[in-house]
């Protein structure tokens, strides 16, 4: 059994290494016998597409043939994958937040949120945006306790917004702390936009790949963004605590648990 440890052990180094000096220009491979890509993505290891394909269960894609080209989906969800990449990044679709006014004084609003076990939101590729005149916005969520960070956006008219600038007027940006493994946005209204209507009747936010979103004026109108998506850059690791069992696969343990077999720590960067 000594030897069967070793060996397992060295596959499982070799896959650290292949990880981690990964680049651009290395050819991302499926563990043997299963599927390579879904569409046009391809799926290395130790994503996979179920049975032994995938290293544990958040790495589970789901290949949607719903589509044509067929669409690859984080485990069971909804959240569209867009690129997966050996250096531990990982592209998805991520949905705006919206709150809207009517002239009435009716409200519709939607407050999506993403929460992952093993990913989390790469905080130099991503910035929080908000999108109105009478907006002020928020991301928040769990970061070892709870966070909260925002940003406040205010026009009196359309006419006071300039193209592609978020500095406040029309349009505010900031920064997402590190870490951050589950976010909910929440956009909101000082005075329900009364005095920005009809021009402006939304507040829209949203987490957004840096190069991904270049403010418009148009975008105050906000009719485009209800079914709006913008495409977010995830960090990746294949776990902070891996274990070889008696018969040579690796498996999750908990970090509080203690035990005789041969364990591999993984700290997240």
């Not at 397992?8 to 390579?36: D, E, F, H, W, Y």
């Not at 080209?69 to 919206?98: C, M, Q």
């Not at 093993?118 to 991301?139: L, W």
Request: with cysteine.
């Amino acid at each position: 059994m000594g030897l069967i440890r070793l060996v397992v052990l060295l596959q499982v180094m070799i896959l650290l290494i292949v990880i981690s000096t990964a680049n651009a220009s290395t050819p991302a491979m499926a563990k043997p016998g299963c599927r390579s890509r879904c569409g046009d993505v391809v799926i290395p290891y130790p994503f996979g597409t179920g049975g032994d394909c995938n290293i544990t269960e958040e790495f589970f894609i789901t290949c949607n043939a719903d589509f044509t080209p067929n669409k690859p989906f984080l485990t069971n969800g909804n959240i569209e994958v867009l690129d997966i990449s050996l250096n531990g990044r990982l592209r998805i679709l991520g949905n705006a937040s919206y709150d809207c006014y009517n002239t009435s004084g009716y409200r519709k609003w939607i407050y999506p949120w993403l929460r992952f076990s093993e990913f989390s939101i790469n905080s130099n590729k991503n910035k929080f945006t908000a999108i109105g005149c009478d907006t002020y916005a928020r991301v928040e969520g769990f970061l070892g306790q709870r966070y909260a960070t925002g940003c406040l956006s205010l026009c009196n008219n359309i006419a006071d917004v300039s193209n592609g600038s978020c500095s406040g007027i029309g349009c505010c940006q900031t920064s997402i702390p590190k870490g951050v493994m589950s976010y909910n946005i929440t956009p909101q209204s000082y005075g329900n936009h009364v005095d920005v209507l009809p021009e402006n009747p939304y507040s829209y936010a949203f987490v957004a790949e840096n190069d991904n979103y270049t403010f418009s004026s148009s975008d105050i109108r906000g009719f485009n963004f209800q079914d709006k998506q913008f495409p977010v850059t995830l960090d990746w690791t294949i776990g902070k605590w891996l274990q070889i069992t008696q018969q040579g696969s690796v498996q999750k343990i908990s970090p509080y648990r203690c035990c005789s077999r041969l364990v591999i720590l993984m700290p997240n960067y």
